[in-house]
Each structure stands twice: as structure tokens, then as C-alpha cells.
């Protein structure tokens, strides 16, 4: 199938892996994506406090942009920030007239308009519904038998609005997982909060949301993510966050493609293994 | 001027329940919990609102707002208040202020927000010359990846935002 591709600003810097691993995943399943020119930062969470009406057109700039491109297909998104602003616009402007009209007006200033004829879609969502574990599981050369994945979805792919999977008790990582040939790690951390930019802001805070979910993972042999928030928060503070509890925190935290693409075949290259924070050497030698 | 008279709109059917602070995350480390920070804005006690610390430690995971059963969009509450602490320069939000500020700046001149430059601004704004020591840990793990370079701000470029800014500002300040 063909996607509409949005990567937004992390994928271009610190989670410039989460962007590679996708679209090497993508392109090994047979699917196209088709990149949004001159597309803009989604807003993530810093436009909110700022502005509420900047915090909408910031991501419906990159709708209208999306809507322009002549092939077929739903906006691609693997982000969860970005997913949910740019899907919130299509949900709110539905139910909101006054806003509605008040985006196009901004938008107006740069000749650009949305008609609403795009679905915005989460990555995890096309993998687990378009794609499907069948198709993954077909194409797995290098079963990952044995090691232990915790799914771990954060927040804003699933609330507020939910969709594609439960917002409180997701699923839909289990089955792609499994099509891994690894066994998934039980636990209850899935669906809880990494603390987001608190990290940078309010780090005594967000730090003990951080331990609570790595301390909720021991046991398992990585951690797999689908947020570049929630995979900068789970491997870029592991010692820090250890301090005090006498336990060894350090754990493999990779991203979902990145995770499927192994299992697939694709080289630790391909799928930019060399830039995550943490991978244990344990995790490289099971490999 | 700080107001909070649209916000409250958005909170008239509260009935005290406490769902939203059970599910709150950061509760624990909050000088008032959810239930209480909508009560005063239902009672228009400003100042009171503005020297907690609650709103500012909302990071936006939306378990409150699912679990609301008056179905009360209680992360956008959050936020409304953020927005009015940011407007006002409210000396209780300075770190979100610098922090945001400095992100949507980096935006608003490059089109996308450039992850080092912003992080200089911020730095620049909070005035405190200990405050990078705070991020040399991650800082260093992101360069030796060559995630991230030195990279000092840089002036508006063509791609910039600037244009939608200035237009959601006339629009916001029309009265």
C-alpha cells in the first residue's frame, strides 16, 4: 500500500533510528511512502501552553500539505506526539465549527485549506491492522525464540481518543511480537506514562515515573517502544534513575520496526541498531 | 491579565468525584490533587491556582480525560492553564515558560524545531549557568551517537513559521 509519510522533527535528529528502522521495514514489506515536502514541526507538547489555536494549525499545515499530494493513501505517522495533534485536529475541527473556520483562516496566510479527506494513522496501528502479524510472520528468517519483549505503548497513541486499540489495556503489539518468534514479557507498565518533557523540566518527578516502569521490566530482555518520548525517556537516564534502589536498571529499549526487522532479516545496519542508547551486549550476542 | 473565566466553562459539570486524581501519575508530587485545582477554578480563586504547582506537572498521558465520567476534557484544562501562566509570565511557571518558549521559538524560525538549538535558548532563558550541567549526562550520550552537534542559534530561515504565528496572534488578541 501507499502511505502519505509525516516523520516529524525527533525522527530527524535524536530518533533519527525510529525514521530509518520504519522505513526500511516498510520498504521490505512491499509498502511506499510518499514524504510530505516542506512539512513542519507537529507543535508536540510545547505549542499547548503557548497557544491553543497554534497547537491546531501547527499540525493542520501538515494535513493541508498531506491533502495536496495527488496519490491515494492515509497519513503515516509513527510518533505518537505528532499522531495524536495531527489526528486531534481531524477529530476537534469535526465538532468545533467555530474552529474549524479559525484554521483555515490562519492557513489561508500560506494558500492552504483542509477538506478533511485524509485519515491520520499511527504506525502501530498499520502494522498490526494493514500489514497484520500473518504477513510479518511469514516473512520472520530470524526467529528471536526465547527472548522476552515488553510492550511498552506510553499515552498519546492510545488516549484520548483511542481507535485502533483499548486506551487503558492495549493489545495490538502482543500478536506482531509473537509473529517474532520471542514471547511477550507480562507486565504492567504498558500503557502508563514515561513522564514525557518533565524529564527536562521536572526531573525529580518524572525520574520516579521512569524508575517505576524500568523496575516493572526486570526480568524481560528489552523493552520495545513506539514514541520517541517514551524511548529517550526508558534509555537515556537508566543509571540516573537507578540510584538508591540497589538494582541494576540497565535493559535493551529499542523500537517496534526495529525489533520486527531483526526478526525479518534486516541487518543491524539497516535498522540502525548502532543508534540506540541502550542495547546490553547480552542482548546482541542472543541475537 | 490572567483569566480563567473560559476554563471554567469547561469544568461546570464537576462533581468532585476524584476519578481524575486517582489517575493521575504525578498526583504524588502535586501540592494539590486535580479534584481540588477544578474546584478553584469553578471558584474563581486566581491566585491560589497560579502558586500551585499542579497544572505545571501535567504531562499530558489523558487518563484523567478518559476516565472523567462527566467527560470533562480535563488534559485540555491542564493546558488552558499552562497557556494562561505562559501569557502572563507567572513567576511560578518560569522553567515551562523558558522551556516551551524556547522550542516554539526554534520552530517558528526554522520550520522544525531544531533539537540543540533549542536546548541553548532554553539555557539562555533560564539564566542559570548550572542548568546544562543537568543534561550533560543525556547530552553526551546524544552527541557520541552523533545524534546531536553543538549548534548555536541560528536566525530565522526561509521555511520559517513566522507568517502562521503572527496570524494566530491577531487572531488571539482580537477582542
Redesign the interface.
Known sequence: MKYIYYPGCSLEGSAVEYDGSTRALMAELGDELIDIEDWNCCGATAAEPMSELLSFVLPARNIALAEKIKEAGDILVPCSACYLNLKKVMVERDLDEKLSNRIDEVLAVDDLSIKGTRQVRHLLDVLAHDIGAAKISDRVVNPLEGLKVAPYYGCQCLRPYGGFDDPEEPTTMTPLIEACGATVFPWNSAANCCGASGMNTKREVSGQLVKNILMDARGADAIVTVCPMCQMNLEGFQKSVSKGTNEDLSITVLYLPQLLGLAMGLSAEAIMLHKNLAVAETFLEAL | MITTTHIKELLSTCMQCGTCTASC??A??MDMPPRKLWRLVLMDRTEDIFNSTTF??C?????C??RCPRGLPL??VM??L??Q??KAKSPGYK??TA???S??ES?RRH?????SEFMTLYFMAMKNPLLPL??A??GL??MK?N??AIQLPSRADE?N?D???Q???E??EKP
Open positions: 501519575p504525578n504524588f508530587a505545571s506537572l504531562s499530558t498521558c489523558y487518563f480525560t478518559l488534559t485540555r493546558s488552558l499552562k497557556e501562566a505562559f522553567k515551562g522551556f516551551y518558549g522550542f516554539m520552530v520550520g522544525r524545531v531544531r533539537e543537568e543534561f549526562g543525556i550520550k546524544l551517537k545524534k546531536v521555511s513559521l507568517r502562521l504565528f496570524k494566530v496572534k487572531i488571539e
